[in-house]
């Protein structure tokens, strides 16, 4: 008669090496998921993604990357025939060096979206005589910012700061009206600049000096206004005026 042998259970080490065996199946990080909607349609990203970015590959990636999303959406594909939905792009959002210089180009001879005043944020650059004007006027010393590329550092560094970002959150507030924000003296990167300070006589009115001084320094600080475009539709914000302010 054939005896039944006990059925074998398996060893507890066997189960935990084929428990090791299968691949461990990890949750996608929200940088991983933004990333993802930033390749397959980069107009659909929210600012909580925009963040997550930020954190994981930096300010001056997602500048460019925005750039090209304001650029234009991109168009459908085989693989998405149906157009998304675009969203707005938030004011307050990092803005590389490229972007911050065709703004400031842009901006240049561009009517305010607020009040249609002329903006002028490059007339003054590398400009001793705009300098001596409001030296003169104002009986202080005055500066100017050396090139555009020094300019165009500052400015970027204004707006990625916490002062700049939180102005731009301001104009987020109401996308489809136009606002102003005016970030002043804010701390930036040093940047070159020319400095002029006027010698008044003594006792002579105001608008007469005695000499002028000129000399190359270095600023840390920058005033600028700020204007958003209103149209609640993706495009990019107005600067009206941008100065350093020396310490």
Known sequence: MLSRSPARRPHPASSRHAAAAEPTRSRPTAAGTALQRAQRNPASLTPADLLALQRAVG?????????????GAPAPTEAD?????????????????GQTRRILNESEGRGSPVNNQAGHPRQHVGNWEKAEKYAEQQSRTKSVFTSTEEQDKAVQSALSSASGQAALGQLDVTP??????????????????KVVRAKKKKGAPQGQVKSWTYQNGRAQRITMVVDS??????????IQTAYPVLD
């Open 229 to 238: 475009m209103g149209t609640g539709q993706n495009g990019d914000i107005h």
């Open 176 to 193: 489809n009206a136009a606002g102003r924000q005016v970030i002043a003296s804010v701390a930036t990167e040093p940047v070159d600049v």
């Open 81 to 97: 025939p149906t157009p998304s939905v675009v969203q707005r792009l938030p004011y307050a959002a990092p803005y590389s060096l």
């Open 59 to 71: 300010n001056q990636a997602v500048g460019q990357l925005l750039e090209q999303v304001r650029a």
